[in-house]
């Protein structure tokens, strides 16, 4: 590998590892399983940074690719772990989390999300995870605020309709 | 854009470098009045500081060594620069070469890396505000310079500085120290691994014009005579140039095998 390559690699890990670190610990909350998935997430920045690097924000792109990337990890810990079957004990979710915001994580977590398009899931994570307001997701996604109001309204309706449902019994965990 | 309420994104964009000229300067000027915006950028600042810290790259590098993931060179680039920019590399430093051979002055590298892992950085505390320090940009008195280096395996570093008039600051845990004490040792045992922080800051004086801060990475502590005779030698041969001097000067006091960095920081007249 040239030495430009290597000195690039490094600045970038230097730059954006520390932040993946942090967006990681809060979802795995594991020092040990942040640093491994802040190293996957790294590695997957390095071979895309062709492309990453050309938009105009890498921010978003490792804010996306991070939160997926643990949910998914998450998600394989819950479905596979035996002692996880039906618990949220070990979930991101936090204990102050208020109640909307632990069943709308919940909603996301849970695969809920699935009918709703990545645009959706980007917005409802960053105001309901990162607690953005809608100007800087604005900032962030390149998306009109009228258009990020759009969405979230649709996405608070159908959580409405969700929410009654699950109280009449209809989901269960 | 930014001067009127915070947006986090921005400023974590400004953190990270990122944003065109006039999106860094709203958020330069946002962050002069907004004590919570600077904050962030602290407390980003600590992270990445204490992530290093805890994972620097090398332990990135030695897991996932980079051959096997070697960053793609955008393809604007043309594939004929490397060898244009290596041939240019040459020519410019060819009548260094020739001029002062193997035995003559050491040609201090002003940046960050050498191929030795050295390093010397500084972040730059101003109005409350933390950013990563530029060399390039201009620096005021009062600024606060917190350097951050990286030994490369030498066990002592040692701190001075020589301002445009010739006058030679000798740093060490307590502050500044007075130039020409012989005792004690002026030198710091180096902390091992990478992005080590000196326990102390450097505040700019309002002497005017440039400042330039010069690291010695060595196996032995040195003393201040040691050091301001080096520095004030160098800066007579150098005609009280800075810049100058940067190139010429010579080995560095102390046991054999020590090696140099420098930052020449220029001061604007406020």
């Known amino acids: 590998m040239a030495e430009s390559d290597s000195t690039t690699q490094r600045e970038l890990y230097e730059k954006y590892a520390p932040m993946i670190y942090r967006r990681c610990l809060r979802f795995l909350r594991s020092k040990e399983e942040a640093q491994d998935a802040t190293s996957d997430v790294f590695l997957k920045l390095l071979e895309h940074w062709e492309s990453v690097q050309n938009r105009e924000s890498a921010l978003f792109w490792i804010h996306r690719t991070t939160t997926n990337h643990c949910i998914s990890l998450w998600r394989r810990k819950k479905f596979q772990g035996p002692d996880n079957e039906d618990g949220w004990e070990d979930s991101p979710l936090h204990a102050d989390d208020s109640e909307e915001k632990r069943i709308i994580l919940r909603d996301i977590l849970g695969k809920l999300m699935m009918p709703w398009n990545k645009s959706v899931r980007d917005i409802v994570m960053y105001t309901y995870w990162d607690g953005y307001t809608q100007d800087e997701i604005s900032t962030m996604t390149g998306m009109a605020p009228s258009t990020i109001r759009k969405y979230l309204t649709k996405f608070r309706r159908a959580t409405e309709q969700w929410k009654i449902e699950k109280l009449e019994g209809q989901h269960a965990y | ?270």
């Open chain 2, 1 to 270: 854009m930014l001067t009127e309420h915070c947006n986090r994104v921005l400023v974590e964009r400004y953190f990270l470098g990122e944003g065109g000229a006039g999106e860094k300067r709203s958020v330069r000027l946002h962050l002069d009045g907004c004590a919570e915006c600077r904050g962030l950028v602290s407390s980003l600042e600590k992270e990445r500081r204490d992530y290093l810290l805890a994972h620097p790259y090398r332990e990135f590098a030695a897991k996932h060594p980079p051959e096997g993931n070697a960053v793609r060179k955008s393809s604007s680039s043309p594939r004929w620069l490397p060898a244009v920019a290596g041939l240019a590399a040459c020519l410019v430093l060819m009548p260094v070469v020739l001029r002062y051979g193997m035995r003559g002055p050491v040609v201090a590298e002003s940046g960050v890396r050498t191929k030795g892992g050295l390093v010397l950085e500084y972040y730059l505390k101003r109005g409350g505000s933390v950013t990563p320090g530029d060399a390039s940009e201009a620096h005021r008195a009062g600024d606060e310079l917190q350097f951050v280096y990286s030994a490369g395996g030498h066990a002592y570093v040692t701190l001075a500085s020589i301002d445009a008039r010739g006058h030679v600051s000798l740093y060490r845990s307590s502050g500044s120290a007075p130039a020409g004490a012989d005792s004690p040792p002026l030198s710091l045992p180096a902390a091992p691994g990478e992005k080590q922080a000196l326990p102390f800051a450097v505040t700019l004086d309002d002497s005017p014009g440039s400042e330039l801060f010069v690291m010695i990475f060595g196996s032995g502590p040195l003393t201040g005579g040691e050091v301001e005779s080096w520095l004030t030698g160098a800066f007579t041969r150098a005609s009280g140039n800075l810049e100058g001097l940067v190139s010429l000067l010579p080995a560095p006091p102390g046991p054999a095998g020590a090696k140099v960095k420098t930052l020449l920081l220029r001061k604007s007249q406020a």
